[in-house]
């Protein structure tokens, strides 16, 4: 059914909440406000600048520099704070075997992809590993899926064999921006509902359950 498939990476192919909450609490204490990693769960997916606006009332130079914080702690830490989710490795392996075209959609800067994936073992089965830039560029998931399309082809024929995977409702929103199914995983960090509701076309429980349609 699908040929071309664009992974998100944070809550999708990579359980990465540990290292990101902790970045971001240390920012927001910067400021004065303090959270526990646990409570910053919703960090997980979107620009953290972003949220560092709408959720906690930073104005836009506030929101650069809790940023800069967060990646003077991620860079270092953060990066290593992530593991595989159990048989995604397996997953990878099976679906590149099988020919299928493979990508990474992420609004983590591609740096910092390019580094977990390798550290994983997994960068070996992506065709193109796509995220923002560390200069603000491409923060948006449609903005990744965007220039993916560049590269693989914006084109009737190639969006009909391909498919994005992801955890949070950005994943979905972006994959429609441009025509494209959505296939949404509930293992990862969405409240209940959120993938539903932002029209995902399928939805899957777990890791196995993704394998059965992603192999079909």
Do not use: W
């Not at 995604?88 to 075997?97: A, C, N, R, V, W």
């Not at 939805?203 to 993704?210: K, N, W």
């Amino acid at each position: 059914m699908f040929d071309i498939i664009l992974f998100d990476l944070d809550g999708t192919l990579s359980d990465s909440g540990p290292g990101i909450t902790r970045c971001v609490a240390k920012a927001l204490a910067h400021f004065g406000i303090h959270k526990a990693p646990h409570e910053l769960t919703a960090f997980v997916g979107p620009p953290p600048t972003d949220l560092f606006q709408s959720d906690y009332g930073l104005t836009f130079d506030q929101a650069m520099e809790a940023m800069e914080i967060f990646r003077s702690r991620f860079s270092v830490k953060g990066i290593l704070e992530n593991a595989p989710y159990p048989d995604i490795p397996e997953l990878l392996k099976e679906l590149h075997g099988l020919g299928k075209r493979l990508c990474v959609a992420t609004s983590k800067p591609r740096v910092y992809a390019q580094h977990i994936l390798e550290k994983d073992g997994l960068a070996q089965y992506f065709e193109i590993i796509m995220g923002s830039e560390l200069s603000g560029e491409r923060v948006e998931k449609a903005a990744v899926i965007n220039e993916l399309l560049q590269h693989l082809g914006d084109n009737p024929d190639t969006k009909a064999r391909m498919v994005m995977v992801g955890d949070r409702k950005y994943d979905v929103i972006g994959a429609k921006a441009f025509g494209l199914r959505c296939i949404g995983v509930e293992y990862g960090y969405a409240d209940s509902g959120e993938l539903q509701s932002a029209g995902a076309d399928f939805c899957v429980p777990t890791v196995d359950a993704l394998r059965q349609l992603l192999i079909t």
